[in-house]
Protein backbone atom coordinates (compact mmCIF):
# COMPACT_ATOMS: atom_id res chain seq x y z
CA UNK A 1 0.00 0.00 0.00
CA UNK A 2 2.95 2.62 0.98
CA UNK A 3 4.91 1.30 -2.19
CA UNK A 4 1.90 1.67 -4.22
CA UNK A 5 1.34 5.58 -2.80
CA UNK A 6 4.93 6.17 -3.28
CA UNK A 7 5.02 5.20 -7.17
CA UNK A 8 1.91 7.34 -7.65
CA UNK A 9 3.62 10.32 -5.97
CA UNK A 10 6.68 9.73 -8.36
CA UNK A 11 8.80 7.71 -7.20
CA UNK A 12 10.41 5.48 -9.66
CA UNK A 13 14.00 4.00 -8.40
CA UNK A 14 13.55 0.10 -8.26
CA UNK A 15 16.27 0.29 -5.08
CA UNK A 16 14.33 2.70 -3.36
CA UNK A 17 10.85 1.33 -3.79
CA UNK A 18 12.76 -1.80 -2.80
CA UNK A 19 14.05 -0.88 0.25
CA UNK A 20 10.41 0.77 1.36
CA UNK A 21 9.22 -2.80 0.91
CA UNK A 22 11.75 -4.64 2.77
CA UNK A 23 12.22 -2.04 6.28
CA UNK A 24 9.33 -2.74 8.38
CA UNK A 25 7.96 0.62 9.32
CA UNK A 26 5.86 -0.02 12.44
CA UNK A 27 8.95 -1.14 14.07
CA UNK A 28 9.54 2.19 14.61
CA UNK A 29 6.70 3.67 15.26
CA UNK A 30 4.33 3.34 18.42
CA UNK A 31 2.61 -0.03 18.69
CA UNK A 32 -0.92 2.11 18.84
CA UNK A 33 0.08 3.46 14.98
CA UNK A 34 0.69 -0.27 14.08
CA UNK A 35 -2.61 -0.44 11.59
CA UNK A 36 -1.70 2.69 9.98
CA UNK A 37 2.25 2.38 10.00
CA UNK A 38 1.69 1.76 6.31
CA UNK A 39 0.23 4.75 5.23
CA UNK A 40 1.76 7.93 3.72
CA UNK A 41 1.39 9.45 7.21
CA UNK A 42 3.93 11.00 9.37
CA UNK A 43 3.39 9.78 13.14
CA UNK A 44 4.12 11.47 16.55
CA UNK A 45 7.23 9.48 18.10
CA UNK A 46 6.69 11.72 21.78
CA UNK A 47 8.59 15.12 22.65
CA UNK A 48 6.74 17.17 20.18
CA UNK A 49 8.74 15.14 17.44
CA UNK A 50 7.75 13.38 14.56
CA UNK A 51 8.74 9.91 11.97
CA UNK A 52 8.46 11.53 8.81
CA UNK A 53 5.60 11.05 5.97
CA UNK A 54 7.53 7.79 3.58
CA UNK A 55 6.88 10.00 0.71
CA UNK A 56 9.65 12.99 2.35
CA UNK A 57 11.81 10.24 3.30
CA UNK A 58 11.69 8.41 -0.55
CA UNK A 59 12.54 11.75 -2.00
CA UNK A 60 15.50 12.55 0.40
CA UNK A 61 16.64 8.88 -0.29
CA UNK A 62 16.34 9.00 -4.17
CA UNK A 63 18.32 11.87 -4.51
CA UNK A 64 21.14 10.15 -2.79
CA UNK A 65 20.84 6.81 -4.87
CA UNK A 66 20.35 9.09 -7.93
CA UNK A 67 23.89 10.54 -6.78
CA UNK A 68 25.60 7.99 -5.17
CA UNK A 69 25.67 4.11 -5.05
CA UNK A 70 27.58 3.63 -2.29
CA UNK A 71 29.58 6.03 0.50
CA UNK A 72 29.29 7.58 3.96
CA UNK A 73 26.21 9.69 5.12
CA UNK A 74 25.80 11.55 7.66
CA UNK A 75 22.11 11.96 9.13
CA UNK A 76 21.21 15.06 10.98
CA UNK A 77 18.06 14.47 13.20
CA UNK A 78 17.69 10.03 14.26
CA UNK A 79 14.24 10.94 15.54
CA UNK A 80 12.56 7.27 14.75
CA UNK A 81 15.64 6.13 13.27
CA UNK A 82 13.25 5.03 10.20
CA UNK A 83 15.32 7.17 7.38
CA UNK A 84 18.60 5.70 9.04
CA UNK A 85 17.49 2.38 8.47
CA UNK A 86 16.67 2.79 5.01
CA UNK A 87 19.62 4.28 3.80
CA UNK A 88 21.52 1.31 5.72
CA UNK A 89 19.54 -1.05 3.58
CA UNK A 90 20.87 0.47 0.76
CA UNK A 91 24.40 -0.39 1.72
CA UNK A 92 25.48 3.55 2.57
CA UNK A 93 27.62 3.96 5.46
CA UNK A 94 25.13 5.54 8.05
CA UNK A 95 25.99 8.01 10.44
CA UNK A 96 23.52 9.74 12.44
CA UNK A 97 22.69 12.46 15.32
CA UNK A 98 19.68 13.18 17.69
CA UNK A 99 19.34 15.99 20.27
CA UNK A 100 17.06 14.49 22.73
CA UNK A 101 18.25 11.53 24.71
CA UNK A 102 14.84 9.93 24.22
CA UNK A 103 14.94 9.35 21.07
CA UNK A 104 18.36 8.46 20.76
CA UNK A 105 18.03 5.76 23.47
CA UNK A 106 15.17 4.34 21.63
CA UNK A 107 16.94 4.15 18.21
CA UNK A 108 19.75 2.53 19.61
CA UNK A 109 17.91 -0.14 20.98
CA UNK A 110 16.35 -0.80 17.78
CA UNK A 111 19.30 -0.77 16.00
CA UNK A 112 20.60 -3.10 18.15
CA UNK A 113 17.43 -5.52 18.05
CA UNK A 114 17.41 -5.39 14.01
CA UNK A 115 21.35 -5.80 14.18
CA UNK A 116 21.55 -2.59 12.06
CA UNK A 117 25.63 -1.36 12.03
CA UNK A 118 24.38 2.30 12.37
CA UNK A 119 26.90 4.58 13.66
CA UNK A 120 24.84 7.17 16.22
CA UNK A 121 25.13 9.69 18.82
CA UNK A 122 23.26 12.27 20.86
CA UNK A 123 24.30 15.89 20.48
CA UNK A 124 23.97 18.71 17.94
CA UNK A 125 23.81 18.21 14.51
CA UNK A 126 23.77 21.82 12.54
CA UNK A 127 28.08 21.14 14.23
CA UNK A 128 27.67 18.10 12.03
CA UNK A 129 30.18 15.16 13.59
CA UNK A 130 33.70 16.16 12.45
CA UNK A 131 35.38 12.77 14.10
CA UNK A 132 33.79 11.27 11.28
CA UNK A 133 34.07 13.66 8.44
CA UNK A 134 33.95 13.82 5.65
CA UNK A 135 30.90 12.52 4.08
CA UNK A 136 29.46 12.17 0.90
CA UNK A 137 26.19 13.04 1.68
CA UNK A 138 24.52 15.02 4.74
CA UNK A 139 20.91 15.04 5.19
CA UNK A 140 19.22 17.08 7.60
CA UNK A 141 15.89 15.75 8.39
CA UNK A 142 14.07 18.93 10.32
CA UNK A 143 13.81 22.32 8.89
CA UNK A 144 16.29 24.91 9.29
CA UNK A 145 16.37 28.75 9.31
CA UNK A 146 19.53 28.74 6.74
CA UNK A 147 22.60 26.52 6.13
CA UNK A 148 24.99 25.45 8.70
CA UNK A 149 28.12 26.11 7.73
CA UNK A 150 29.81 23.22 9.58
CA UNK A 151 27.72 20.71 7.76
CA UNK A 152 29.26 22.38 4.18
CA UNK A 153 32.16 21.91 5.77
CA UNK A 154 32.29 18.12 6.16
CA UNK A 155 31.38 17.74 2.64
CA UNK A 156 33.47 15.07 0.58
CA UNK A 157 34.58 16.05 -2.42
CA UNK A 158 31.50 15.72 -4.68
CA UNK A 159 29.37 15.93 -2.33
CA UNK A 160 25.94 16.76 -0.94
CA UNK A 161 24.12 18.25 1.35
CA UNK A 162 20.45 17.78 1.77
CA UNK A 163 18.47 19.93 4.01
CA UNK A 164 15.11 21.63 4.17
CA UNK A 165 15.23 25.49 4.38
CA UNK A 166 12.55 28.05 5.27
CA UNK A 167 10.75 29.32 8.22
CA UNK A 168 8.98 27.52 10.95
CA UNK A 169 5.89 26.20 8.83
CA UNK A 170 7.03 25.36 5.44
CA UNK A 171 10.91 24.41 3.78
CA UNK A 172 12.00 24.20 0.66
CA UNK A 173 14.51 21.01 -0.23
CA UNK A 174 17.92 22.67 -0.88
CA UNK A 175 20.85 20.99 -2.05
CA UNK A 176 24.21 22.25 -1.76
CA UNK A 177 26.69 20.03 -4.05
CA UNK A 178 30.37 20.54 -3.36
CA UNK A 179 33.13 20.91 -6.36
CA UNK A 180 36.58 21.79 -5.15
CA UNK A 181 36.06 24.84 -3.62
CA UNK A 182 32.98 25.58 -5.15
CA UNK A 183 29.64 25.48 -3.89
CA UNK A 184 26.74 25.04 -6.52
CA UNK A 185 23.36 25.19 -4.70
CA UNK A 186 19.84 23.91 -6.03
CA UNK A 187 16.30 24.25 -5.03
CA UNK A 188 13.50 21.28 -4.79
CA UNK A 189 10.40 20.67 -3.59
CA UNK A 190 8.36 22.50 -0.48
CA UNK A 191 8.17 20.71 2.84
CA UNK A 192 6.99 21.13 6.54
CA UNK A 193 9.59 19.82 9.06
CA UNK A 194 9.75 20.17 12.63
CA UNK A 195 12.32 22.69 13.60
CA UNK A 196 16.40 22.12 13.33
CA UNK A 197 17.59 23.39 16.99
CA UNK A 198 20.96 24.01 17.48
CA UNK A 199 23.66 26.09 17.37
CA UNK A 200 23.49 26.72 13.57
CA UNK A 201 20.08 26.53 13.39
CA UNK A 202 16.73 27.59 15.48
CA UNK A 203 17.77 29.07 18.95
CA UNK A 204 15.82 26.88 21.45
N1 LIG B 1 14.66 11.08 10.19
C1 LIG B 1 13.69 10.85 11.21
C2 LIG B 1 12.98 9.54 11.06
O1 LIG B 1 13.27 8.79 10.12
O2 LIG B 1 12.15 9.26 11.93
C3 LIG B 1 12.67 11.95 11.32
C4 LIG B 1 13.23 13.11 11.96
S1 LIG B 1 12.15 14.22 12.78
C5 LIG B 1 11.20 14.86 11.47
C6 LIG B 1 13.41 15.45 13.12
C7 LIG B 1 14.38 15.07 14.22
O3 LIG B 1 15.43 16.02 14.22
C8 LIG B 1 13.77 15.08 15.60
O4 LIG B 1 13.96 13.86 16.23
C9 LIG B 1 14.55 16.19 16.32
O5 LIG B 1 14.74 15.97 17.68
C10 LIG B 1 15.86 16.17 15.56
N2 LIG B 1 16.67 17.38 15.65
C11 LIG B 1 16.27 18.69 15.63
N3 LIG B 1 17.36 19.48 15.73
C12 LIG B 1 18.45 18.68 15.82
C13 LIG B 1 19.85 18.90 15.95
N4 LIG B 1 20.38 20.12 16.03
N5 LIG B 1 20.67 17.83 16.01
C14 LIG B 1 20.17 16.57 15.94
N6 LIG B 1 18.86 16.29 15.84
C15 LIG B 1 18.02 17.33 15.77
Avoid at 119 to 148: F, K, Q
Amino acid sequence: MMVEKLQEYGISDPKVLDAFLNVKRHLFVDSMFWDCAYDDSPFPIGSSQTISQPYTVAYMTSIIVSHYHTGKILEVGTGSGYQAAILNYLKYKVFTIERIEMLYKKSEKIFKELGLNIALRLGDGTLGWHEMAPYDAIIVTAGSPDVPKSLLEQLNENGRLIIPIGNSEKQRMMIYHRQGNTIYESSANMFAFVPLIGKEGWKE
